[in-house]
């Protein structure tokens, strides 16, 4: 059964600091997805991984995959505010339209 | 147009209404979904349509009754639900697989604002 794991689930951290929150997955998959979520809200496309190494930056974000780890990573540079949201990665089933969704990281950036 | 739209934004249903969730792209893409999402909880997928035919469906109960009139558009009919099953309902679209090697890059979906449910 191909699970996802992400933690942390809650992260709480202050403007201008680093952190990385982290994806777990169980089973062989060269794609991953990123997508963010704010309160109330849809879910926001952020990036799309396809291969091992693949890495990917949007401004203070950054996303990579290691498939053979079968790890993906989402590196926050200098919190701002406006980056607090919850956080999903998801991994593609073999039929390719089934994703699997981690729980997602909560994360609140304080000022 | 880069967007995938949804209406209503809110809805308030009681147990023996019947109402519909409308969900339209305009990007070309061939597949299309449903997604029911608690709160604090990833979206769980519901249906999918691929090139118009239903092509997924995940155990939903009857209650819940997917329609795809044409490659833009997304119905989701509504009958004698139930409170729990009120929740954030999410459409998203996505190119869809033509088969081949290369349609299996990759199947980014993009997702609709949502409809709120509230079953009274």
């Known amino acids: 059964e191909l699970k996802v794991e992400q933690n942390p689930l809650f992260l709480s951290m202050q403007e201008g600091k680093n952190y990385t929150i982290y994806c777990n997955y169980s089973?062989?998959?060269?794609?991953l997805y990123w997508y963010r979520q704010d309160p109330g809200k849809s879910l926001e496309s952020l990036f799309v991984l396809l291969s091992n190494g693949a890495v990917k930056q949007e401004g203070r974000l950054m996303a990579s995959l290691d498939t053979k780890a079968r790890l993906s990573t989402l590196h926050i540079t200098a919190a701002v505010h406006d980056l607090s949201a919850t956080y999903f990665c998801?991994?593609?089933?073999?039929?390719?339209?089934?994703?699997?969704w981690g729980a997602g990281t909560k994360l609140i950036i304080k000022p | 147009d880069t967007e995938v739209t949804q209406t209503p934004k809110h809805l308030v249903m009681g147990m023996t209404n019947k109402k519909s969730l409308k969900c339209e792209q305009h990007?070309?893409?061939?597949?299309m979904y449903w997604y029911k999402q608690k709160a604090k909880k990833p979206p769980e997928l519901m249906f999918v349509y691929s090139y118009e035919k239903l092509s997924i469906n995940e155990s939903v109960p009857s209650r819940f009754s997917p329609e795809c009139p044409n490659s833009s558009l997304l119905n989701l009919h509504l009958h004698a639900l139930q409170p729990e099953d009120s929740a954030l309902y999410l459409c998203a679209s996505s190119r869809g697989l033509a088969g081949g090697p290369t349609a299996y890059s990759y199947n980014e979906q993009f997702f609709g604002p949502g409809t709120r449910l509230t079953v009274l």
């Open positions: 990007m070309g893409h061939r597949a």
């Open positions: 998801a991994v593609p089933m073999d039929s390719n339209y089934q994703l699997i």
């Open positions: 089973t062989t998959s060269d794609r």
